[in-house]
């Protein structure tokens, strides 16, 4: 398919109009935001928008129903959040959270910055389409599931080339790339001059082509990218002996107040791609005290939370394409034990359900719940296991990559569709 039409990914110079009103998307290269960055992005979302900030699938913020877009711009590009009014949309970078810090062969946050830069430096980059993605992954395989447009992936003392989430077999020096890395961007543009596509993947033969202006010859085998990754949460010390808290926000939705917290720890704070964060560098006592003062404001610290294994599209009111309120429906399930593990519940017996203090401690959930008709469900029937996605339609917006089962709203009820 070609495209025809430029790409509409929204920026904080364009907002998406979104059914529940304007939408600014903040991108944040390698998800690194400093504290006072955090605390101005929480200020926006109470002074400007609905109160929240939305975590989104490639790390960056989004912030909806925006009031006066001028001031925003205002504010973000104060506290260094909109350094090019040119290249915004196209500052997609991913880099490992936990790189330099916990694992990994190398550490990509620095080259996440360089590679920033050098796009911002180079005008006609400017004319990316926003929806390309750049993954910088250190060597542990979690960015590079992401199945980027272009990237690298440590392997021991060098890289790996990756293009459209496959390994190309060329191997690049930590030098090299960064500048590698933009060659394959300008490949990518002059491919897409003729086919008008917004991803590398979409270009038959595309991978093939980028690889040829690069010039560089395949070295050693090919990677087999994996297409899962644990997400980084809890306690995590970290290689110099001071501690890493991953956290899961639920739905990625991480109200302004909780942001304050968070900014108020005087540390940077990574966002991860899994709709998380990471504050690194904490000291015992202070880590201690992060997850004493925020697990209660509702930021996930145990791995084996059913808020982990789910995301949902934004469903209504914020999107008008939407049969229902998916976040509220996929609330309801986890509050009362219907999102399961990756096993299926017993056969044999009825399984009591997890339930919330006030809500009804009788619920039982029939023995088949798992198995039983999986179209035209209501809300309340809905019983899904292991990693889902919930869907307001079949567009199925910010879907993980990876075997997924998806939770899909149609206009006769809920379907399930569980993983190959
Ligand atoms: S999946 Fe459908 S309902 Fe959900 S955000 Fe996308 S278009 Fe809207």
């Given at each position: 398919m070609t495209r025809s039409a430029p790409d509409s990914c929204p920026g904080v110079l364009r907002?998406?109009?979104?059914?529940?009103?304007?939408?600014?998307?903040?991108?944040?290269?390698?998800?690194?935001?400093?504290?006072?960055?955090?605390?101005?992005?929480?200020?926006?979302?109470?002074?400007?928008?609905?109160?929240s900030l939305e975590l989104t699938s490639r790390g960056n913020v989004q912030l909806r129903r925006i009031r006066d877009a001028n001031e925003l711009a205002a504010r973000l590009a104060t506290a260094g959040l909109l350094p090019s009014r040119t290249h915004e949309r196209v500052r997609n970078i991913v880099a490992s959270p936990l790189s330099g810090r916990v694992g990994g062969f190398a550490d990509v946050h620095g080259l996440a910055t360089d590679l920033d830069v050098g796009l911002q430096a180079d005008a006609a980059l400017a004319d990316l389409p926003g929806r390309v993605l750049f993954t910088l992954d250190d060597g542990r395989g979690d960015v590079s599931t992401l199945r980027g447009d272009i990237g690298i992936q440590a392997v021991g003392d060098e890289f790996a080339l990756l293009l459209a989430g496959t390994d190309t077999g060329i191997r690049v020096t930590p030098d090299e790339a960064v500048t590698v890395m933009l060659d394959a961007a300008r490949g990518f543009l002059d491919l897409r001059a003729e086919s008008g596509q917004w991803r590398l993947h979409e270009i038959p033969g595309g991978v093939e082509k980028v690889t040829e202006t690069l010039d560089r010859s395949p070295a050693g085998a090919r990677l087999e990218l994996g297409a899962t990754h644990d997400i980084p949460i809890g306690w995590l010390e970290q290689d110099n002996g001071l501690i890493a808290l991953g956290a899961g926000v639920p739905l990625g939705t991480l109200p302004a107040?909780?942001?304050?917290?968070l900014a108020a720890v005087e540390h940077p704070v990574f966002l991860t791609p899994w709709r998380s964060v990471v504050l690194p560098d904490l000291e015992e006592g202070t880590a201690e005290t992060v997850v004493r003062v925020?697990?209660?404001?509702?930021?996930?610290?145990?791995?084996?939370?059913?808020w982990l294994q789910v995301s949902a599209c934004a469903g209504r009111?914020?999107?008008?394409?939407?049969?229902?309120?998916?976040?509220?429906?996929?609330?309801?399930?986890?509050?009362?034990?219907?999102?399961?593990?990756?096993?299926?519940?017993?056969?044999?017996?009825?399984?009591?359900?997890?339930?919330?203090?006030?809500r009804d401690a009788e619920r039982t959930l029939p023995a088949d719940a798992a198995d039983r008709a999986e179209s035209g469900l209501d809300a309340a029937d809905v019983v899904a296991t292991g990693r889902q996605h919930w869907s307001g339609c079949e567009r199925?917006?910010?879907?993980?990559?990876?075997?997924?089962?998806?939770?899909?709203?149609?206009e006769g009820g809920y379907r399930i569709n569980r993983p190959d």
């Amino acid at each position: 398919m070609t495209r025809s039409a430029p790409d509409s990914c929204p920026g904080v110079l364009r907002l998406h109009e979104a059914a529940d009103g304007p939408l600014a998307r903040i991108r944040v290269p390698g998800g690194r935001l400093e504290s006072g960055q955090v605390q101005v992005l929480a200020e926006a979302a109470h002074d400007l928008g609905n109160g929240s900030l939305e975590l989104t699938s490639r790390g960056n913020v989004q912030l909806r129903r925006i009031r006066d877009a001028n001031e925003l711009a205002a504010r973000l590009a104060t506290a260094g959040l909109l350094p090019s009014r040119t290249h915004e949309r196209v500052r997609n970078i991913v880099a490992s959270p936990l790189s330099g810090r916990v694992g990994g062969f190398a550490d990509v946050h620095g080259l996440a910055t360089d590679l920033d830069v050098g796009l911002q430096a180079d005008a006609a980059l400017a004319d990316l389409p926003g929806r390309v993605l750049f993954t910088l992954d250190d060597g542990r395989g979690d960015v590079s599931t992401l199945r980027g447009d272009i990237g690298i992936q440590a392997v021991g003392d060098e890289f790996a080339l990756l293009l459209a989430g496959t390994d190309t077999g060329i191997r690049v020096t930590p030098d090299e790339a960064v500048t590698v890395m933009l060659d394959a961007a300008r490949g990518f543009l002059d491919l897409r001059a003729e086919s008008g596509q917004w991803r590398l993947h979409e270009i038959p033969g595309g991978v093939e082509k980028v690889t040829e202006t690069l010039d560089r010859s395949p070295a050693g085998a090919r990677l087999e990218l994996g297409a899962t990754h644990d997400i980084p949460i809890g306690w995590l010390e970290q290689d110099n002996g001071l501690i890493a808290l991953g956290a899961g926000v639920p739905l990625g939705t991480l109200p302004a107040r909780v942001a304050e917290f968070l900014a108020a720890v005087e540390h940077p704070v990574f966002l991860t791609p899994w709709r998380s964060v990471v504050l690194p560098d904490l000291e015992e006592g202070t880590a201690e005290t992060v997850v004493r003062v925020l697990a209660p404001m509702g930021l996930i610290f145990d791995a084996g939370s059913p808020w982990l294994q789910v995301s949902a599209c934004a469903g209504r009111p914020g999107c008008a394409k939407s049969h229902t309120d998916v976040r509220t429906d996929l609330t309801e399930a986890i509050e009362t034990g219907r999102v399961l593990g990756d096993e299926p519940p017993d056969p044999t017996e009825g399984r009591p359900a997890t339930v919330e203090p006030g809500r009804d401690a009788e619920r039982t959930l029939p023995a088949d719940a798992a198995d039983r008709a999986e179209s035209g469900l209501d809300a309340a029937d809905v019983v899904a296991t292991g990693r889902q996605h919930w869907s307001g339609c079949e567009r199925r917006c910010g879907r993980p990559t990876g075997p997924v089962t998806d939770v899909v709203a149609t206009e006769g009820g809920y379907r399930i569709n569980r993983p190959d």
